[in-house]
């Protein structure tokens, strides 16, 4: 495995010379190894919780938009028996 360092602000001036994964040997490759996996699997969680949201909203999206074309359908039907009710009522009038 590669020897990976990690640094903060101002830890290459740090007066602790074995900061984070500078130290060598297998404890700098095992804190790497672990460092990458953390945000590999901190990076998959929000790909996966993204995923999951935006499925959620074009789920939302398209309830929204079949109860939308549901009110427009019961709108235009009941203004057409509204309209017819009122030819009804002025044919039986006169």
Do not use: A
């Amino acid at each position: 495995m590669r020897k990976t360092s990690i640094r903060f602000r101002g830890d290459s001036h740090s007066s602790k010379p074995n900061s984070l994964g500078s130290s060598g040997g297998k404890m700098s490759s095992l804190h790497g190894s672990i460092w990458r996996s953390k945000l590999l699997s901190e990076w998959l969680w929000r790909l996966l919780l993204r995923n999951v949201h935006i499925e959620f909203l074009d789920g939302i999206f398209e309830w929204k938009m079949k109860l939308t074309w549901r009110m427009n359908f019961l709108k235009k039907k009941s203004s057409r028996f509204y309209e017819g009710s009122k030819r009804e009522s002025v044919t039986i009038s006169s």
